[in-house]
């Protein structure tokens, strides 16, 4: 379909790169641009390959009618200049999903997830229960693997788990998944689709192409997923914490059509949004025959996608868990929901100026608050205003060997910060690692 075309990526990134490279491998002419300076060693390769790459600030400049496709970032904004030019132009405007997706091999089986919130958590159980069970799986998407970059390992009768992000929804064509999962959906990303409704229509193009053959995992206790999705063609199966779903929870187990699957209690990850991933993980592979045994033994030793709500360890009695990915007060919110448990909760980081009077209604196992950061003020105030025992220091490190300090045996210590980490940190990722970092060093 795209063999020997000539093809405008808009963005390099992994996803552009990559897509440029199997685009390459088929004839194709490829110009690439950004606006920011890439990897050396990557820009050698494409050069390499004959592949150019044009800094610009104004792509759209490049961009005729001798271009066949425009394959887009999905970071970019549907109202790039680039995007507009191409529509006058008649020419369609993709991402490398779509491409990808026309050089599968036959008979290749796609799992896609997507939601607002749980789609990394969901994609990455489903892909280690595959996995445990020994099918023959790959993991690609929105979580760190661009689908192009899968192609070459990809063999007949394969299996491949993607995160698909409401970004990469919007710019595909022919592309269709076999199981589709959505987690739930909430009022996120409206800077880039402007409305809640375009948003949920947006998500709603994982089912696009769906037929009786396929299957739709839904959440039955999210109404706007249900009123998206009455009209589906694809056989539709939900999961709920009650009873009357193909997967729930009834008497602290995990069951999946009436069978019993697992203990909740001997689940690492915890948390009612955690037990929903979960459930949506079990009802995509089950379509695949995967057993309740691969299904435990994953459970029984997975911790949790890095920086969400991750159990790093017990030290002493007390357990720690890394929620660095938490940079707003719903996150934390979701977070303080999964426990029983006296909880020592850091906050802080970069000054948004948003309140944190959310949080009130979930502190109720709450016994200290330690803020660090550029919001550390700002906590501080909030605690003292609404009676919660709280300390200021400067750095996490101060803030961990503190709880640690006010903390005893069954204590949970929890950083899920509220806040961006930018005050500190590049990204919430080093702040992530630097808490652990925090948590081995206990007591040196």
């Not at 005729?64 to 970032?73: G, L, Q, W």
């Not at 709603?204 to 769906?210: E, V």
């Not at 890394?322 to 906050?347: E, G």
């Not at 003020?377 to 101060?398: A, G, P, Q, S, T």
Request: with cysteine; net charge negative.
């Amino acid at each position: 379909m795209y063999d020997n075309k000539k093809i405008f990526i808009l963005g390099m990134a992994r996803s552009g790169y990559q897509v440029a490279k199997l685009l390459h491998k088929h004839g194709c002419e490829i110009l690439i641009t950004d606006m920011q300076e890439q990897d050396e060693e990557k820009v050698r390769e494409l050069s390499n390959l004959g592949i150019n790459l044009i800094i610009t600030s104004e792509p759209e400049n490049l961009l005729d009618d001798s271009f066949s496709y425009v394959v887009k970032n999905p970071g970019i904004k549907l109202d790039h200049k680039v995007c507009l030019k191409a529509k006058t132009l008649n020419i369609l405007v993709i991402n490398e999903v779509e491409v990808a997706y026309h050089y599968l091999p036959n008979n290749v089986k796609i799992i896609g997830i997507t939601g607002s919130n749980g789609k990394t958590t969901t994609t990455t159980l489903t892909y280690e229960f595959l996995k445990e069970d020994n099918k023959p799986v790959h993991l690609g998407g929105n979580i760190g693997y661009p689908f192009s970059s899968l192609i070459e390992s990809v063999k007949e009768n394969d299996i491949i788990v993607l995160e698909l992000s409401a970004q990469q929804l919007h710019d595909f064509d022919d592309f269709k998944v076999n199981v589709a999962v959505l987690t739930n959906l909430t009022e996120v990303h409206l800077d880039h689709f402007k409305t809640y409704e375009y948003y949920k229509e947006t998500k709603k193009r994982i089912f696009r192409h769906q037929d009786e053959n396929d299957v739709a995992v839904l959440n039955q206790n999210d109404l706007d997923t249900l009123n998206l999705t009455s009209d589906l063609k694809a056989k539709k199966l939900y999961f709920a914490r009650t009873k009357h779903a193909d997967a729930y929870i009834e008497n602290n187990y995990i069951y999946y059509k009436n069978e019993k699957i697992i203990n909740i209690d001997n689940i690492k990850i915890k948390g009612n949004h955690n037990y929903e991933n979960i459930m949506a993980a079990i009802i995509a592979v089950k379509q695949f025959n995967v057993s309740n045994e691969a299904i435990v033994n994953v459970l029984e030793t997975f911790t949790g996608v890095s920086h969400r709500l991750q159990f790093v360890k017990n030290v002493n009695g007390r357990d720690f868990y890394n929620d660095s990915k938490a940079t707003n007060v719903k996150s934390t919110t979701i977070a303080l929901s999964a426990f029983n448990k006296p909880t020592i909760l850091l906050l802080g980081g970069l000054d948004r100026g948003h309140l944190f009077d959310g949080l009130l209604p979930y502190m109720k196992n709450v016994k200290k608050v330690i803020c660090y950061g550029e919001t550390k003020e700002r906590i501080l105030e909030f605690c003292n205003n609404n009676n919660i025992d709280c300390e200021k220091v400067d750095v996490l490190k101060e803030a961990v060997n503190l709880a640690y300090k006010n903390s005893v045996e069954g204590d949970v210590i929890l950083l899920s910060p509220a806040c961006a980490s930018w005050d500190q940190y590049k990204k919430f990722e080093d702040r992530g690692d630097d808490f652990i970092d925090c948590v081995n060093r206990i007591g040196e």
